[in-house]
């Protein structure tokens, strides 16, 4: 099993951006944590981070044929693009979405994610902890799905 892991813009700052909300662990040492209890959960991992929304779409685009699924924070595209939405939707790879924090409990402009509505699994707010539950909750879908 082999999971893309996809992250938008400003999350390769993690650890210095507002860590009261995304909490103090750096990008760097954030993938290897991802990458071992993905890992240790049998899931192989690669990641990709853009702040452009096109290269994100390129990454979806690329990742059929390559990935069993994706897992995806599309930061502060996650309530803008149908872009991302439609790429999800074109290459119809199992997708799960993941928010470090709690978007339901944030801005009204926070509520509505477009690529939320091409993902099977939704992970909310549980921090930086919520990429491993996301594969995890991946896994099993696809899993149980054969
Ligand atoms: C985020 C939430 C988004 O609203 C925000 O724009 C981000 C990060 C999160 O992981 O909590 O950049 O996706």
New binding site residues.
């Given amino acids: 099993m082999k999971f893309l892991v996809l992250n ?4 390769n700052l993690v650890g210095m951006r507002e860590p009261g ?2 909490g103090d662990v750096n990008y760097e040492s954030m993938l290897a944590i991802v990458a071992k209890e993905c890992a240790e959960m049998g899931i192989e991992t690669e990641f990709y981070q853009s702040n452009h929304e096109g290269d994100l779409v390129d990454a979806i685009q690329n990742a059929l044929g390559r990935f069993d699924g994706i897992v995806i ?7 803008t693009s149908i872009a991302i939405l439609d790429a999800l939707k074109a290459v119809a790879l199992p997708a799960a979405e ?6 339901t409990k ?1 801005e009204d402009f ?1 509520q509505i994610s477009y690529a939320g509505m091409a993902c099977c699994c939704h992970v ?2 549980k921090g930086i902890a ?1 990429y491993a539950i996301a594969a995890k909750q991946l896994k099993e879908f696809i899993e149980h799905k054969q």
């Fill in positions: 938008g813009p400003n999350i909300i995304y924070n599309p930061a502060a595209y996650t309530h993941v928010h470090i924090s709690d978007v944030r926070r909310i707010g919520g």
